[in-house]
């Protein structure tokens, strides 16, 4: 049975102790964009956002927003910051209020409205996530958090899933996680106080999570459909993507298996890593592989997310808007704060 309640002894309490070597950048904090619109794809290209006729809260049907849509450390780097050279334009676009090139760990939430209600399902809780929240969610009247779906246990996928001891001391009294055996196992390291929730002192309140393991087969989150589409995300490591409805989203591949293609079929959106405008890297795809890929998914349309601060948002959607005319593609890169509505 897809889903399965896990429970957990004791003894995770220890496993902390044998370390944690997943391969992962090194932190850092940067701060968003301000409020986008939830607008048609043509108009991404756009590299600032107004404020003007945002709706606090308003929606009409499911749709998916993206909490971010950058690298494990962000943009604006640091570094480039205090680079006394100032080499670094994308990072220094990024320091000014509204500009898409400002970018958090990649997330996403998955509004599922249906006649019975709407789910807030979130793709990923990375370091930056109570950051995105904090920005987001009053934007655009998000209060619950009815499920969390991990792609993979790198820190920018699951190092935010402490910051949800707010919403579980303060909103709702759980929130159910849904994770891969192998990513389960990297939190009873790296979270063994979440997984087991009796090595906490009594009066200490943290997050009240559901942990429940998934396979590579399909399975249903709060009436939502979920088919994991599994990926490479370097040399032997095992990453998910995920399919609801019509949208396929890949965040973090280096390499596609060809059984996954077939899970793709007749997709509609597609949200597809791609990190860097020239080439792919061992563990992300770049630019040039990440096109390669969509013309062999063949979706209607195209977002990348997880790009470094070499992706200038207004030159790189300049550039992929030509290949509409040439090509019938519909890509562009996407924003954090991004609402775009879907079918699931």
């Known amino acids: 049975m897809a889903g399965a309640a896990v429970s957990i002894s004791t003894a995770a309490r220890y496993l902390l102790l044998r370390g944690y070597t997943s391969r992962r950048p090194p932190f850092a904090s940067v701060r968003p964009p301000a409020l986008p619109l939830r607008v048609p794809l043509s108009s991404l290209h756009s590299g600032t956002q107004s404020e003007a006729g945002v709706t606090k809260g308003e929606v009409e049907g499911s749709e998916i927003i993206f909490l971010g849509t950058g690298t494990s450390e962000g943009i604006p780097r640091v ?18 209020a509204g500009n898409k090139n400002r970018r958090r760990n990649t997330s996403i939430l998955i509004r599922h409205v249906t006649a019975s209600g709407t789910s807030n399902i979130l793709v990923d809780a990375g370091k930056f996530f109570y950051h995105s929240a904090l920005q987001w969610f009053p934007i655009y009247g998000l209060r619950t958090i009815d499920a969390v779906v991990i792609t993979h246990s790198h820190a920018d996928a699951i190092g935010g899933l402490d910051d949800l001891r707010d919403w579980t001391n303060n909103v709702q009294p759980h929130i159910p996680i849904y994770v891969a055996q192998r990513d389960f196992e ?5 979270h063994y106080y979440l997984v087991d929730t009796s090595v906490v002192l009594p009066g200490a309140a943290v997050s009240e999570l559901q942990f429940n393991i998934i396979k590579e087969e399909p399975f249903t989150v709060h009436n939502l459909k979920v088919t994991p589409l599994p990926v490479w995300h370097g040399p032997g490591y095992r990453s998910l993507g995920f399919r609801f409805g019509d949208v396929c989203y890949i965040s973090d591949a280096s390499e596609i298996p060809e059984e996954t293609y077939e899970l793709m079929y007749n997709c509609d959106l597609l949200v597809l890593d791609a990190l860097r405008p020239d080439r792919s890297s061992t563990t992300h795809f770049g630019l040039p592989k990440a096109l390669v890929e969509v013309r062999k998914i063949k979706p209607k349309r195209t977002l990348f997310t997880g790009m470094m601060h070499l992706m200038d948002h207004d030159k790189v959607n300049e550039d992929l808007l030509k290949l509409k005319e040439t090509e019938g593609l519909d890509v562009q890169l996407s924003y954090d704060g991004l609402r775009v509505p879907v079918s699931l």
Do not use: G
């Not at 990297?186 to 790296?190: I, L």
């Open 79 to 96: 570094s480039c910051l205090t680079n006394p050279s100032k080499t670094c334009p994308v990072c220094s676009k990024a320091t000014e």
């Open 186 to 190: 990297v939190m009873q390291k790296t």
